[in-house]
């Protein structure tokens, strides 16, 4: 297998995590879209140096975690994949700030550094959230959902034809480099040369492929709006799962709760 | 088809100058070398290619770009390549994208999904992604997507390639079977024997021969100008096996 076929399975296996059933992944997808936003929407509201007041978050996500089912090695690896972005994000932080802001024992730290691992924190709270959404859920259940929240069908269509399109080029990358490979058993990757051709036929071949893919689509009727199959339906799980969610980010939000602990053990 | 041709934009002329007509019902077996315009002619009749000279009906409905939802209502296409026909994560939503557009009620999509994978024997195939199938498994799913559609006019691209001895007898036996009209552009030239009562032999983007299925395909001189040869069921055994 090379990197690409194991990202590959990776998306995959966080797609078909979906199929298990968990009692979260029994929930109304709405229900679950609307409580992803709201964390989102919390996680994004903290400035960016409250280190503290985010992490009872972690809360939340942990019982979602453990109604979902989904194994927690899968989650640990997927973030670590997604980190090093945050970390390219916030990486200047210590450069621009550098005024004195924390002291831990003797160690000081600098404002800059608050807020590089605040941006981290916040990343990875916001990455946890997202996947366990689409792990419990599937990416075809969140848009159908999205698309019934009232977003643009034309954006939801653009969502799942995008998600579909990674997994074409992927596929066409993968099969260029195993042909490569066989060809030239000696190489383990190919030379700069080589690699620039492939680059401009691969371009050329996924839009080949993307064309006809898209032409089986309108063979099979698609009119511009993919349709989701299984229906939702929203009961009272849903109902007391969206309260008790948007209220703990309320809680989380309003209430500064490691103060509060804080201020209860002194 | 009347006079149809047509010349990819990079020049190279895959149609030149096709006719024929097929009347509902038919079953015709589409022969010819590696890029004689098999699969040209078959993404004709389905509106992906539009003739660049001539004319191609579909029932009443001449196939153009104004025309094209009324014939792919009709028509259904499968692909040479199964990876072309299959893009949604799992073969049941696959299988069940056709009939999702055509606005079926959802208990009817269960149903005709489940009827098409039986069809193709892949019903224990449901809730795999198409992505992670053998390449026999992805061409009946790929057939499978295209059953659910329940077309008059069934275009088959090679649909024996890849499948295995068991899996290839239960296509032939469902080809003759199925009441509406079908194309079958296929090398496997017994299965053309078996499934197809006539037969159009291609060479070089013209039809050289148009007739019953079993006086051409037993014409060796007409096969070996189309760059074809005998079915293997009539070429005898050159191996006699040791008693
Ligand atoms: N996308 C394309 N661009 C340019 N030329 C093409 C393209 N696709 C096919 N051709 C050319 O058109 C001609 C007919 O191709 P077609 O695919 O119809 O052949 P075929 O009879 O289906 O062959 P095969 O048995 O190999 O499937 C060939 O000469 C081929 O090189
Ligand atoms: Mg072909």
């Known amino acids: 297998m090379t990197p690409i076929d194991r990202a590959i399975s990776h998306l995959h296996s966080l797609d078909a995590s979906a199929r298990l059933d968990s009692p979260l992944g029994r929930l109304d997808a709405r229900a679950k879209v609307l409580v992803t936003l709201g964390f989102l929407v919390t996680v994004a509201s903290f400035g960016r140096h409250q280190l503290l007041q985010p992490l009872p978050l972690v809360i939340l996500l942990s019982a979602g975690w453990a109604l979902s089912e989904i194994p927690v090695r899968s989650l640990g690896f997927r973030l670590a994949i997604a980190s090093p972005v945050a970390v390219l994000i916030g990486m200047w932080n210590p450069l621009f700030e550098p005024e004195p802001m924390l002291r831990l024992g003797s160690m000081v730290v600098s404002a800059g550094w608050v807020s590089f691992l605040s941006i981290l924190e916040r990343f990875l709270l916001g990455m946890a959230a997202v996947l366990l959404l689409i792990g419990s859920t599937g990416v075809d259940a969140v848009a159908a959902a999205l698309g019934r929240l009232g977003v643009p069908r034309v954006l939801v269509t653009q969502l799942l034809l995008l998600y579909r399109y990674v997994f074409v080029l992927a596929a066409e990358v993968e099969r260029m480099l195993r042909a490569h490979s066989l060809r030239a058993p000696n190489r383990p990757r190919p030379e700069l040369r080589t690699v620039r051709s492939m680059l401009g036929e691969l371009l050329l071949r996924s839009l080949a492929r993307a064309e006809r893919v898209h032409a089986a689509m309108l063979c099979r009727g698609f009119a511009g709006e993919l349709r989701a199959v299984t229906p939702l339906r929203l009961g009272l799980g849903d109902a007391l799962f969206v309260l008790a969610g948007l209220g703990f980010l309320a809680l989380v939000r309003l209430a500064d709760l490691p103060r509060a602990i804080g201020n209860l053990l002194r | ?243």
């Not at chain 2, 699969?39 to 509106?47: K, P, R, V």
């Open chain 2, 1 to 243: 088809m009347r006079g149809v041709r047509f010349t990819f934009p990079d020049g190279s002329e895959a149609l030149r100058g096709v006719d024929f007509t097929i009347h509902h019902g038919e079953s015709v077996g589409l022969v010819g070398a590696n890029g004689a315009g098999k699969s040209s002619i078959l993404l004709h009749l389905a509106g992906v290619y539009l003739a660049s000279e001539g004319e191609v009906r579909v029932g009443d409905w001449p196939v153009s770009r104004s025309t094209l939802v009324e014939v792919r209502r009709r028509v259904g296409l499968v692909f040479q390549d199964p990876d072309d026909q299959l893009f949604m994560p799992t073969v049941f939503q696959d299988v069940a994208f056709g009939p999702a557009n055509q606005h079926l009620p959802p208990p009817e999509i269960e149903q005709r999904v489940g009827e098409a994978l039986a069809h193709v024997g892949a019903e224990h195939l449901g809730q795999r992604p198409s992505h992670r199938l053998s390449g026999g498994e992805r061409r009946a799913v790929a057939l499978a997507t295209v059953l659910a559609l329940h077309p008059d006019i069934l275009l088959l691209d090679e649909p024996s390639a890849g499948l295995d001895p068991m899996t290839r007898r239960r296509l032939i036996r469902w080809l003759g079977s199925f009441e509406h009209t079908r194309i079958v552009a296929s090398h496997d030239l017994d299965l053309v024997l078996d499934s197809c009562e006539r037969t159009l032999v291609l060479a070089a983007g013209r039809i050289i021969a148009d007739g019953p299925t079993w006086s051409l395909l037993t014409d060796a001189a007409l096969l070996e100008r189309a760059g074809l040869e005998l079915p293997l069921r009539l070429q005898g055994s050159p191996v006699t096996p040791h008693r």
